[in-house]
């Protein structure tokens, strides 16, 4: 089973940026996502890659958070810039959709807040 590591998060001011790593223990899902879940709501996701390499986000991060990833490294990145505190929120990599048997990683932390 593949293993998920998380890393990257960190306490940063409104207006500032995070890059988030995401490394798997195997090669990557061609269909790998980056999903976040804030205390007392649901996990969502807020970036994509489809199945036809196109990139998918959230309204809520459009224009704002950038989706990559380096197959070589089995590593997906979430840079996010011009963070707000709405985007404080435990972030987690896994494939779109996550399978049943697909296990989480811990995540990482993302604090936004002055």
């Known amino acids: 089973q593949v293993q998920l590591v998380e890393s990257g998060g960190g306490l940063v001011q409104p207006g500032g940026s995070l890059r988030l790593s995401c490394t798997a223990s195997?090669?990557?899902?061609?269909?790998m996502a980056w999903y976040r879940q804030a205390p007392g709501k649901q996990r969502e996701v807020v970036a994509r890659f489809t199945r036809y390499g196109n990139t998918y986000y959230a309204d809520s991060v459009q224009g704002r958070f950038t989706i990559s990833r380096d197959n070589a490294k089995n590593t997906v990145y979430l840079q996010m810039n011009s963070l707000k505190p709405e985007d404080t929120a435990v972030y987690y990599c896994?494939?779109?959709?996550?399978?049943?048997?697909?296990?989480w990683g811990q995540g990482t932390q993302v604090t936004v807040s002055s």
């Open positions: 195997g090669s990557l899902w061609s269909t």
């Open positions: 896994n494939a779109f959709p996550v399978q049943v048997s697909y296990s």
